[in-house]
């Protein structure tokens, strides 16, 4: 079975994970024992995108009734 590489999975968890964060897609990347996460994160670009994807997540997601 194919394992994501770190870039995929951070791109997973925001668009669909429960992180709602870049520092959760982190902590969560680094549970799950993914190489060199804050390498791969460390850039101002990819952490836009994330927070970007994690942007559109909480707008798909209904709030519930008050």
């Known amino acids: ?3 994501q590489t770190t870039v995929e999975r951070a ?3 925001a668009e669909t994970g429960p992180c709602d964060t870049v520092n959760e ?3 969560q990347l ?3 024992q993914h190489e ?3 390498a791969h ?3 101002s ?3 836009k995108q994330l927070r970007e994807r994690l942007e559109r997540k909480r ?3 209904p709030l519930p009734p008050q």
Do not use: T, Y
């Open 36 to 38: 060199s996460v804050d």
């Open 11 to 13: 791109f997973d968890l």
């Open 1 to 3: 079975m194919h394992r």
């Open 30 to 32: 680094k549970r799950e």
């Open 59 to 61: 707008a798909a997601i």
């Open 41 to 43: 994160l460390a850039g």
């Open 45 to 47: 670009s990819i952490q």
């Open 25 to 27: 897609i982190r902590s």
